[in-house]
């Protein structure tokens, strides 16, 4: 399996504070197959970015992703208060499609 | 736009089976994977495996010997069946919709049910 180690596990920030979170896997993610999801409680999670950096449509364009091989990450400029949630990357390369452990964003 | 809806028993017992189904609405089955994630209490996603309109699976080797999924295009829907339950089991499942051929991401997801596992 892929293990898929996002960083950090928490982060605070303050709105309008620019943050990014890292996720890096242990074997190469072929075709950049990397999607990032937000979850807030109660709720399922949400697609933000697909194939490591493509906006999914409707999702405002702070959020950004980057990344190859085996480190990606994801870019929210500008937090807005509705951006305070959970994030998860997910490797969808190979299966069993598996997902980083989360990192939790709140408010500072 | 695409809806997923799961139901079912939201308690079983432990070494029973755990039986979902998730309705699909709004669009078609054909040329998707329709996949199973769950997420136990306070923890990380786990993706179970998927199922594409044709009734090919793929499921967790974590959970392999126990899994089995179904599709119904003729209903929409998709079913799991999850055999000798523990505690272990209880999580919220959610169904969701695999755009495999153009974004590789999970794209519509159900609101997720959450099944405990206890006698």
Redesign the interface.
Known sequence: ?IQMTQSPSSLSASVGDSVTITCRASQIVR?S?I?W?QQKPG?????LI??AS?L?SGVPSRFSGSGSGTDFALTISSLQREDFATY?C?Q?YT????????THLEIK | QVQLQESGPGLVKPSETLSLTCSVSGGSMSGYYW?WTRQSPGK????I?HIYDTGST?Y???LKSRVTMSVDTSKNQISLKVTSVTAADTAVY?C?R?D?YE?????Y????ILVTVSS
């Open positions: 399996d075709d197959l999607n999801y709720k399922a999670p949400k697609v697909y194939t493509r999914q998860y997910q969808t299966t069993p499609y598996t997902f980083g452990q989360g | 996949t990380g996603l786990e993706w495996g793929n967790n080797p974590s959610y969701a695999m495999y974004s590789g991401s999970h794209d997801w159900g609101q997720g």
